[in-house]
Antibody, heavy 116, light 108 residues
């Protein structure tokens, strides 16, 4: 069974960098798309981007320039860095896995609040 | 970007009734790469349907998906109390991946 677990600071100050890590168990990174989604309070999920097992990345255009998703296969982890955060980045953040672009495994999610 | 519009916003029905949820796409969803998720408060979304019509592993046959192109439907026959939550449609055919605004299902 594949399990994903998000970790990282719950509170980030405006203009700083939001950094989250997803630890993967029960799967290698030999295939698939490893993605981050977020869900602002009271809204639907939003796609942030993915890193393919090959190392290729793709991001939502609205976050391009602020976001980096990377893979560390030796640690069975992938990470999200979102720079220059504002209150609009406050959300429940999920890491996910997909065989293609369809997500088949979600982490439980972690809430990140951007506030001074 | 493909915009997904869901209706109705809220559905309130008693147990045993049939629920019909609609999702309309702003342009055709290629290869019917349309999924339906159920989400309960604070939890991760749960995959119900993918490829517009295929039930995910472990999903009871009370849940069914239909449609193609731009119009899709999720039907829940014989609603059960545990079916409450917000249901989202999601297209994974084109980047950026997008979700609808959700339909909240309440069990009377």
């Amino acid at each position: 069974q594949v399990l994903l677990q998000e970790s990282g600071p719950r509170l980030v100050k405006p203009s700083e960098t939001l950094s989250l890590t997803c630890t993967v168990s029960g799967d290698s990174f030999s295939s698939g798309y490893w993605s981050w989604f977020r869900q602002p309070p009271g809204k639907g999920p939003e796609w942030i981007g993915y890193v393919h097992f090959s190392g290729d990345t793709k991001y939502d255009a609205s976050l391009e320039g602020r976001v980096t998703i990377s893979l560390d296969t030796s640690k069975h982890q992938f990470s999200l860095n979102l720079r220059f955060v504002t209150a609009a980045d406050t959300a429940l953040y999920f890491c996910t896995r997909g065989g293609g672009w369809l997500v088949d495994v979600w982490g439980k999610g972690t809430t990140v609040i951007v506030s001074a | 970007e493909i915009v997904l519009t869901q209706s109705p916003g809220t559905l309130s029905l008693p147990p045993g009734e049939r629920a019909t949820l609609s999702c309309r796409a702003s342009q055709s969803v290629g290869r019917n790469y349309l999924a339906w998720y159920q989400q309960k408060n604070g939890q991760a979304p749960r995959l119900l349907i993918h490829g517009a019509t295929s039930r995910a592993t472990g999903i009871p046959d009370r849940f069914s998906g239909s449609g193609s192109g731009t119009d899709f439907t999720l039907t829940i026959t014989r609603l059960e109390p545990q079916d409450f939550g917000v249901y989202y449609c999601h297209q994974y055919a084109y980047s950026p991946l997008t979700f609808g605004g959700g339909t909240k299902v309440e069990i009377k």
